[in-house]
């Protein structure tokens, strides 16, 4: 569950898609997708997800790492089960 955003992560995101797509797929960047998550993002663990044995549901964290599809080449390579990546508070 989204805990709080920083417009100036997806900003910053944004700009990084922009160059990726230029130098992946020789184009401009499609009008801006918008995702559940983005990195930077902090949140809260709902769903019973174990870590280490550990049930993590409650902890917060930060997103590190969030896998979309583009709507391009990505959906092809997006096959993780977790496609979400959070560093937990200590």
Not at 61 to 70: A, S
Request: charged share 35%; with cysteine; aromatic share 10%.
């Amino acid at each position: 569950m989204l805990v709080d955003r920083k417009e100036e992560d997806v900003t910053a995101f944004m700009e990084k898609e922009r160059t990726r797509w230029d130098i992946v797929y020789d184009e401009e960047l499609p009008d801006p997708y918008d995702q559940e998550f983005y990195p930077g993002d902090r949140v809260e663990i709902v769903n019973d997800i174990k870590v280490k044995e550990l049930d993590a549901r409650g902890m917060q964290g930060t997103v590190v790492h969030f896998e979309f599809d583009d709507g391009f080449e990505s959906c092809q390579t997006c096959s993780t089960a977790c496609p979400l990546t959070v560093m937990l508070d200590a």
